[in-house]
């Protein structure tokens, strides 16, 4: 009878159990983060039974001796528990006492609802007796302890220890054992994050009875009282939420509906999703009086293996993910793919180009800053992020050209060819522009974006990634080329304020006409992260500019993931090749080189695009 009840509860398979209904828990998705720990599950709601055996005593101590002190002594029901609370009963005039033991609760929980009529009553007393029958009191407490809801979406006390206090349930202290087992009696009013004196007040109830239980001593009851409860205020792999949604669809593609448990292995990395989760909440309310409202992340490593995503700036608020779903227009984040189509042209960062008024099929250009530069270097326009001379470099390529090399670093989305295209017009995803961006930090080679490593039922393998090559779409010399004019955008230009000292940085801000998106995508060796900001409703914000608030919420996230990553430069790239064709439009005109006179003088405002 044992191993049948445990093939039942861990396979998710449905078995008639002798007396009893059948009992059924739906299969459960697992997804790991690249070092083992839980970031999320989908599928059934309730994990398998805990082994009661691998926690510290006082934890199913703790709810014994406050739900059911006579667990060990009854065969399902409380007879002295139930005379207690029909005396409190009539006293009160009132039902103001309950008198279920944990085997009730528990037969509730498995075949029955919360109705609180005396058929309920009758049903739950016999599924009690049956369950007594035909399982040990083991094996009903760790059905219970599994089962029973604790509040904010957490059920059974695996779950609600990793929500509550981010750590196995076997680690948990007995002052931590103490603040769980106050739940069940009112999920919401003790939940010890959002109202810690309640929580408090019905603890000490619990260690009180655990004295009288015998369970614990004065001495530890004093100890456990003295010690600081540490709650996390919202679940700790929340931010990792939008990451599990994307990839809950891949993993049911992958290998179909589960029919028993299965455990995902990922790519990203916790500690960092944290860290770029805390910067887009830090930056969008820092700047909210300027009406931002929403923020995106995404980072990946020079594979493809996204390490970071974030999808908004409170998943439980918004699970809408805007990271991967989200379209917005790129602004001057675009104009690394006019340039790059311009130097495999034959242009140099040095090829001078003028800032003059212009207009083509009708469209008139502005810049950020009024006025015009005159004759500047191509990396000073792109440092500077001039809009007259991108748009001038793509009608001279030719903007088909510019969109098939949008197209051939990753960009997914349909491309406009207006000449507005130069600018930033087209939308995209930040998902997107992160993928295309990484050509420029891994030496010019495509990546396919992923964040699934292998899906694993046990130790049996039910899928594993394999690496299917990554081409080389970016040659030599404009790869290097485009670098450079990337660095100095940072180290001169409208990103100076993404710099960090001591780390090889490049990297291209991006804002729209109306503010109404406003980006920053940079990069190192091997790790690129792309931000975007701005609002869901698609209204303007404030003045916010790509070289605003998404630098500072890039730095401060990078900040914290270059201490992560290992330290590199970003790669030169291939040997100067001609392998991969690039388009023949007709070339840029050659303008004079400036004197040092007509170069722009640096007044100490950088214009914030």
Sequence with gaps: MIALAAAVLLT???????????????????????????????????????????????????????????????????????????????????????ASTITQQLARNLYLNDDRTAQRKAQELVYSLDLERDLTKQQILSLYLSRIFFGSNAYGIEDASERYFNKPASRLTLREAAALASLPKSPSEYDPAEHPDRSAERSRLVLDAMVETHAITPAQRAQALAEPLHVWKTAPNAPAQYFVDWLDGQTRTLVGAPKQDIT????????????????????????????????????????GRLRALVGGVDYAASPFDRAVQAHRQAGSSWKPFVYLTALETGLTPDSPVIDQPVTIDGWSPKNFEPGFLGPITLQQALAQSINTVAAQLADQVGRPNVAATAHRLGIASPINTDPAMALGTTAVTPLEMATAYTAFSNGGQRVSAYGIERIRVGGRVLYQHRPSGQPQVIANPPLSELNQM?????????????????????????????????WFCGFTGGLTTVVWMGRDDDTPMRGITGGSAPVEFWRSYMRVALRRVPVQ?????????????????????????????????????????
């Design 12 to 98: 998710g398979t449905t078995t008639q159990l002798p007396g009893l209904p059948p009992i059924v828990r739906d299969p459960q998705v697992t997804y790991l983060d690249r070092n083992g720990a839980p970031i999320g599950v989908r599928g059934g709601r309730f994990s398998p039974p805990i082994d009661v055996g691998t926690l510290p005593a006082y934890v199913p101590a703790a709810f014994i001796a406050i739900e059911d002190r006579r667990f060990y002594e009854h065969g399902g029901f409380d007879a002295i528990g139930i005379a207690r609370a029909i005396v409190t009963d009539i006293a009160k005039g009132r039902a103001a006492e309950g």
């Design 264 to 303: 995902v292995d990922t790519t990203l990395d916790m500690s960092l999703e944290v860290a770029a989760s805390n910067a887009a909440d830090t930056t969008a309310a820092r700047f909210a009086a300027k009406r931002v409202e929403q923020a995106a992340l995404v980072s990946m490593d020079g594979e």
């Design 569 to 609: 430069t970003i790669p030169y790239g291939p040997a100067p090749t001609t392998a991969i064709p690039t388009p023949t439009p007709t070339p840029v005109p050659i303008q004079p080189t400036p004197t040092p006179e007509q170069l722009p003088q640096d007044n100490g405002q950088l214009p914030p695009l």
């Design 486 to 518: 990337l660095h100095a955008v940072i180290a001169s230009g409208t990103g100076v304020h993404a710099a960090i000292p001591g780390y090889d940085l490049a990297g291209k801000t991006g804002t729209t006409s109306d503010y109404k998106d406003a």
